[in-house]
């Protein structure tokens, strides 16, 4: 997803239960350029892979943390949130929020296909607001 646009740029799926990271790794091979991320803890290994990335610092037991690294963590909170936005209006639709039932060849496209009308509908939605503000 684009933090400011708020599109969905690429969909990627995998056979089975697979963690995020592992996903992550195996579409990234395909890019020949190294993208900025905005990631959650979840993504530990990313900078060993050569990405740059803004990754929410964490207060070790004996020390707090400075007030930069909490304005730092606050920024990469209010960007991550609209991804978490993008999560939660996608499983509007049935297909994401219960139980997938149907052929799992078809899943990704089907996927794909959502992310489409999501961000066709977003763009529509964008357009409007932004003829409503200019009238």
């Known amino acids: 997803m684009h933090y400011t646009t708020g ?17 992550f790794k195996k579409s990234m091979r395909k890019l020949k350029f190294k993208p900025f991320f905005i990631v ?15 990754m929410p610092s964490k207060a070790k ?15 990469i909170g209010r960007r991550r949130i609209q991804v978490e936005h993008v999560f ?3 499983k509007c639709f049935k297909i994401l929020s219960c139980v997938y039932r149907n052929r799992r060849k078809r899943l990704n496209l089907r996927f794909n296909l959502l992310a489409g009308i ?10 409007l607001n932004w003829l409503k ?3």
Not at 40 to 54: E, M, P, Q
Not at 62 to 69: G, Q, W
Not at 118 to 127: A, G
């Open 7 to 23: 599109e969905i740029l690429s969909v990627c799926g995998s056979h089975g239960s697979m963690h995020d990271f592992k996903i």
């Open 40 to 54: 959650d803890k979840g993504y530990l290994g990313i900078k060993k892979l050569g990405f740059g990335c803004l």
């Open 61 to 75: 037991k004996t020390e707090k943390l400075d007030s930069e690294l909490k304005k730092l963590n606050k920024e």
């Open 88 to 90: 939660g209006r996608m």
């Open 118 to 127: 999501y961000n066709l509908d977003w763009v529509k939605d964008k357009q």
């Open 133 to 135: 503000n200019d009238l």
